[in-house]
Nanobody, 124 residues
Framework: VQRLVESGGGLVQPGGSLRLSCAAS????????IAWFRQAPGKEREGVSC????????HYADSVKGRFTISRDNAENMFFLQMNNLKPEDTAVYYC?????????????????WGQGTQVTVSS
């Protein structure tokens, strides 16, 4: 069965950190572009970060540059999003997504497979 499962969300105070994980089963991640998206209530899903190919450089949305770091472990079929200096506006459901090949985009429809989402709430 092919699926992605996120973990690591939760409630954190402003300025705090969280590390999200995405475990892929039924996939060999070395053949996929990977990405993290988020969706806040009443807003469209937006791209946060991506790595378009197995050895490629990461890309970030302007809103998270310098605070979030994406990484991947192809051998373990997992990828991660380290989130530091979190702000209330980072509150959202975070989704991991992958798609075959080399893809550099934050357009959600370009990604074929999605996790179920994990809630991140930043509040004092």
């Amino acid at each position: 069965v092919q699926r992605l499962v996120e973990s690591g969300g939760g409630l954190v105070q402003p300025g705090g950190s969280l590390r999200l994980s995405c475990a892929a089963s039924g996939f060999g991640l070395d053949g996929y572009a990977i990405a993290w998206f988020r969706q806040a209530p009443g807003k469209e899903r937006e791209g946060v970060s991506c790595i378009p190919d197995p050895d490629g450089s990461p890309h970030y949305a302007d809103s998270v540059k310098g605070r979030f770091t994406i990484s991947r472990d192809n051998a373990e079929n997992m990828f991660f999003l380290q989130m530091n200096n979190l702000k209330p506006e980072d509150t959202a459901v975070y989704y991991c997504a992958i798609t075959p090949g080399v893809v550099m985009t934050f357009t959600p429809r370009a990604y074929e497979y999605w996790g179920q989402g994990t809630q991140v709430t930043v509040s004092s």
